[in-house]
């Protein structure tokens, strides 16, 4: 009898003395949108016979999960079945002891993951976990972050707004000793650009004016098209020297507007 499982899901690194030689997967690439949409009803009604702890796996590091057995079972009828929209893998599971067995969790792109615990080729009961990637993890405090500049220097221990300004300016002259702006725009894309501009900071010089980086806006204002970077109007209709006489930067706005 399989009928009742608790998956529970750890640290790679905590089992790494663990023998995994006897596991073994298989994957098929195939359209799974419906067995998905199939399952996810499922799981609506299935009652708290699996447990999977914790809901969520790291893309880099997935670690491996254990299946709690109620009762002994033949370990060779048993298996895991990991199955994505577009993606279906079943491993046979290794034994940590009589009551408990384990397979290393496969590598999934971020997004939920339907687990199927399966008796002798019959699916016992179905769990879903959820991978995630560093970046997901942190994007959210980003997205908290009012002043990405001020930003910029906690994280990067900056003492001031002018090294940032430095350091940005250093980079680009080394990157690229001439900057363009648009440099395979035709006028008539320019002049539509220009009234038409659905991004908050359609140029660099547009960045440099709301965060009053003096010294990056100075050499962007030397390079070739400055002149029509300055024309450019944002999605709020602003142009550069709008935006730095917005911001506060009176001394930035006055170089541009004698561009």
């Known amino acids: 009898q399989c009928s009742h499982f608790a998956l529970f899901i750890s640290g790679y690194q905590t089992f790494s003395d663990i023998n995994l030689s006897d596991v073994r997967g298989t994957s098929e690439e195939r359209d799974l949108t419906f067995k998905t949409d199939v399952l996810s009803e499922k799981l609506e009604t299935n009652e708290q016979s699996v447990l999977v702890l914790p809901r969520r796996i790291s893309c880099e590091n997935p670690g491996e999960i254990f299946i709690l057995l109620k009762e002994e079972i033949d370990e060779e009828t048993l298996e895991i079945e990991f199955i994505t929209d577009n993606q279906q893998i079943r491993m046979q599971t290794a034994s940590w002891n009589k009551k408990v067995k384990y397979v290393k969790a496969?590598?999934?792109?971020?997004?939920?993951?339907?687990?199927?615990?399966?008796?002798?080729?019959?699916?016992?009961?179905?769990?879903?976990?959820?991978?995630?990637?560093?970046?997901?993890?942190?994007?959210?405090?980003?997205?908290?972050?009012?002043?990405?500049?001020?930003?910029?220097?906690?994280?990067?221990?900056?003492?001031?707004?002018?090294?940032?300004?430095?350091?940005?300016?250093?980079l680009l002259k080394n990157k690229i000793p001439t900057y363009e702006f648009s440099p395979f725009q035709s006028e008539e894309e320019h002049?539509?650009?220009?009234?038409?501009?659905?991004?908050e900071f359609p140029t660099l010089l547009h960045c440099a004016a709301r965060f009053g980086l003096k010294k990056l806006a100075a050499f962007l204002l030397s390079?070739?098209?400055?002149?029509?970077?300055?024309?450019?109007?944002?999605?709020?209709?602003?142009?550069?020297?709008?935006?730095?006489?917005?911001?506060?930067?009176?001394?930035?706005?006055?170089?541009?507007?004698?561009?």
């Open 191 to 199: 002049c539509h650009q220009a009234n038409n501009h659905l991004e």
């Open 106 to 170: 496969p590598d999934f792109p971020a997004g939920p993951v339907y687990v199927n615990v399966c008796c002798g080729g019959v699916i016992e009961t179905t769990a879903q976990i959820e991978y995630y990637t560093a970046l997901e993890e942190i994007e959210p405090i980003l997205k908290k972050v009012a002043d990405p500049i001020a930003f910029a220097c906690q994280a990067l221990k900056f003492s001031s707004v002018e090294k940032v300004d430095n350091v940005l300016t250093s």
């Open 223 to 259: 390079c070739p098209e400055a002149t029509r970077a300055c024309k450019i109007t944002n999605k709020y209709g602003d142009d550069p020297e709008s935006i730095a006489k917005k911001h506060g930067h009176k001394e930035l706005r006055k170089f541009i507007k004698e561009l």
